[in-house]
């Protein structure tokens, strides 16, 4: 998603002096202790009815999975406000004790290494109400503009286990998920993956199921309940003609216009393509969801509210940044939240390839000159490990994250070399897990070139490089002297430079040591550095 700048970072920024403590809880939610690594999630069935009026949901959530390591106790997580009915293994209720928004269940006997188990978690209650949604969370109980009930659920960051129980850490997604969710009739209710079926009950409710059958982060897990009318359409694949499922699900007074501004889909997928290889969730589709808030992620049913407006730019922004998630986010996905910088910067990243791939270079330029503007520098991209950071200062995972990419392409200086190894990339880590090591050393070895110190200086340090540069004018030459100051070592990123009046560009290799090169011309009065290429500031001394 797309950090919201104006509120969180002001309100972030007035205590960002002092030193973060972190509590027993953060480490039950962020940490993986031997109580979660003894078990490896295959699969949840989430079932599920919703009382409207109450805003309450109830049922169970059947959670198989595979034995890691032999235990009789394990961690799961529900927040601390929905009631736990029961756990039931084997058709016996078993032990637990909740501590939070964490629960421990405790079993008769050893649950063996390798073994594939299961077990059902019933509860009830009403879910936390999205405060902001999507970046302050919960269920949004809205109507629309008819006064039906229109519901959405977002959760990123602050975790699905605020509405069903599972084990809530980024490591561990199920390899597929069910959902089956009761509505009233005449209400749809759209989750991810692909539809199933529908069932009345004799009550007056109507069951959606759906399923995905891929891996999927437990925050993209979704419901979207409304009165929707659902259009199809077909990509085909520009790659191998392979046909893609799209399907699209709107309030039904906006059939019409979703139609027409839905039309940017199919060229954005076939830039997709182009650069990060084929749509990773082919089996499931894509799916657009009209939602009560902005957009969000969600795997195979990606939340749409932007009510049908394009940028300055000429695209819809939820559409190209969500979907861009498919790629960065959810096929490659990172372990701990403190690297979500993986997910934003990529994603942030293609909103200016989407435009190089429609338009031109020139106006990805602009693009992310625009970007620019939201550079902070307070605090690192990367977050404190093992707490399931969240908190960022500012919104730096986004926007210095896009311009470490795009400083990244030009001290590659190769297009081909830059795009084949985003592709690879995405070919390499499809339907995976990484670290931000991983991303280092795939870049390193795909380039062939050492990357790591550069890296490192955007993510960890809060503040940019800093160029400093000096005309030296020694017997009628004119020397440019030019060093790095970096906190990072051996920071070796290369620069830019020309001359008023000069077409092209000339490149130096800047360190922290002070080095010089004639310019060739007398009396320079100017140097221009490639400021629209590479992230820094400039010091001239
Ligand atoms: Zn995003």
Redesign the pocket.
Known sequence: ???YLSILFFSIFGTSLFAQTYTRQDSLRGALSPLRTCFDVTHYDLNLRLNIPQKSIAGHNTISYLVKTDFQELQLDLFANMSLDSVVFEGKKLLFEREGNAFFVRFPQIQAKGSQQKLAVYYHGEPRAAVNPPWDGGFSFRKDKNGNDWIGVSCEGIGASLWFPNKDHLSDEPDSVRIYCEVPNGLTCVANGRETGQRKTADGYTGFEWKVSYPINNYNITLNIGKYSHFSDTFVSTIDGEKLALDYYVLNYNTKQAKKHFAQVKPMLACFEKYFDKYPFWRDGYALVETPYWGM?HQGAIAYGNNYKNNKWGFDFIII??S??EYF?NSLSVNDHAEMWI??AF??YVEALYLECTKNYEVALAYLQEQKKQIYNISPMLGDMDINHTKWEGADI?YKGTWLLHSLRNTIDDDKVWFSTIKNFCKQYKISMLNTQQVIDFFEKETGKKLAPIFYQYLKQPKPPRLSYQLVKENDTTYLQFRWWAEQPYFNMPMKFKLKGDKTYQTIYPTSEVQRIVLGKKDVQEVIFAEELFYFTLVQE
Request: charged fraction near 30%; aromatic fraction near 14%; glycine fraction near 14%.
């Open positions: 998603m797309k950090y992620e940044h969500e861009g998630h986010g997910h934003e994603t942030t986004y």
